[in-house]
């Protein structure tokens, strides 16, 4: 008996170490309490976890976040990343190789926004891109968010920083920050104590065509292929469902048919012709 239980474990052993143990790199957090940080990596890593079978074990390293232009050019020129997330866009699908699967499930483009409390009465007040033409809003200073704005007419301020933007919104320099309305109320409740004058406006939201999707190198095609694979598995299981529902940062938007009376605003993205949304969409209210 003896005999077989210490050739089990060398077996165990030996079938563990031929495993091939990979490092994955990617961007840290972009300050302290970054939910949707948290919320990409947990499904890195669930990808990783489920295709472990067929590439073998992986294990996740984060560096030091230097702004999301230079990410971009340095996993463009296979510096420092593996793999990073970002919104899609037609110029990033041809210096990079796209993960076909949108993280958000297509809601990246659903956008509530962060207002001050005293506006509200202002924005109920809005029912068309018209109506918005004497505010301004806070963008990210390389988000393709800025330019669907910019292209619908709308005045932008482009900011390099997160928590700037909201400074930003505080302090009267611009009106409105549009944020996923799967980010925003979990990224907002994170810095309310900072911040106690500003809400997350959801009677209102402005839809356009974007969604989220992990990067990699172009060269990196077996990486790509592991992910989707992880991704699938993980939505066919129905766990992808589950992580959504439960994750704090995107656990607040639902069920989404509390959004079935707010008003939508749609506007084009010229920027975004291939969206990847149709086979792995949430169901949406309103269409």
């Not at 510096?79 to 990079?96: E, M, P």
């Not at 699967?101 to 297509?106: A, E, H, I, S, V």
């Not at 975004?272 to 792995?280: A, V």
């Amino acid at each position: 008996m003896k005999v077989i239980i210490i050739l089990l474990i060398f077996f165990s052993v030996q079938s563990f170490a031929e495993k091939t143990i990979t490092t994955i790199t990617t961007i840290g957090k972009q300050k302290p309490d970054d939910a949707s940080h948290d919320y990409f990596i947990g499904l890195l890593r669930l990808a990783l976890i489920k295709t472990a079978d067929e590439y073998g074990y992986a294990v996740i390293h984060t560096v030091p976040y230097p702004g999301q232009e230079r990410t971009l050019k340095f996993l463009a020129l296979g510096a420092f990343y593996d793999v990073i997330w970002t919104a899609n866009s037609d110029v990033r699908d041809t210096k990079l190789l796209k993960v076909s699967f949108p993280l958000f499930r297509g809601g990246l483009g659903w956008r509530g926004m962060v207002i001050r409390d005293k506006d509200s009465n202002k924005f109920s007040a809005i029912h068309s891109v018209i109506d918005f033409n004497s505010l301004v809003a806070c963008q990210g200073l390389h988000w393709p968010d800025a330019d669907v704005l910019e292209h619908a007419g709308l005045s932008v301020a482009r900011v390099g920083f997160f928590d700037a933007m909201l400074q930003m919104v505080e302090l009267n320099r611009c009106d409105y920050l549009p944020l996923s309305i799967f980010e925003g109320q979990a990224e907002l409740a994170l810095v309310k104590g900072s911040f106690p004058n500003l809400i997350f406006y959801q009677d209102l939201i402005i839809q356009y065509p974007l969604s989220m999707h992990f990067f990699v190198n172009s060269n990196n095609a077996q990486l790509a292929a592991r992910l989707k694979l992880g991704l699938e598995r993980l939505y066919d299981s129905g766990e992808y469902d589950q992580y959504m529902k439960q994750h704090t940062l995107t656990k607040g938007a639902f069920p989404l048919t509390k959004f079935k009376s707010s008003r939508i605003i749609k506007l084009k993205n010229p920027g975004n012709t291939k969206t990847d949304l149709e086979k792995f969409s949430l169901r949406w209210p309103n269409g």
